[in-house]
């Protein structure tokens, strides 16, 4: 239902409410202990970051260093921007959506503006 709404809704909406479908896809919990489950949610996340590359990677990298997210959720996080990337860069081949979506990425998870340097 998610991967499906983004791809029809989420691109005319407000950015801002990507940071909110993050967060609740985040915080939501296994209740059952289900690999179906874990893989929803993974779709889920993936087509947000199809959808809305920059602004998933602005609400995903700094949660990624939440204490509160177990590793499993984020380890789960690299991998959903890892596969999100590929269709990314297909989409939005030579746009600046692309490059813009991997400063934020690797400046993010590598400690900020200055790792280049």
Request: charge should be positive; glycine fraction near 6%; charged fraction near 20%.
């Amino acid at each position: 239902l998610l991967p499906e709404l983004c791809r029809r809704h989420l691109t005319h909406e407000d950015p801002a409410l990507v940071q909110q479908v993050v967060k609740t896809l985040l915080h939501c919990n296994n209740k059952f202990g289900t690999d179906e489950w874990v893989n929803l949610r993974a779709q889920a996340m993936i087509s947000v970051l199809e959808t809305k590359p920059i602004e998933g990677a602005r609400s995903l990298v700094p949660a990624f260093y939440d204490r509160n997210f177990p590793m499993d959720t984020r380890f789960g996080m690299l991998s959903w921007m890892v596969t999100a990337s590929e269709s990314i860069s297909k989409k939005f081949s030579g746009k600046m959506e692309f490059s813009e979506y991997i400063r934020v990425t690797i400046q993010g998870l590598c400690g900020g503006a200055s790792w280049g340097k």
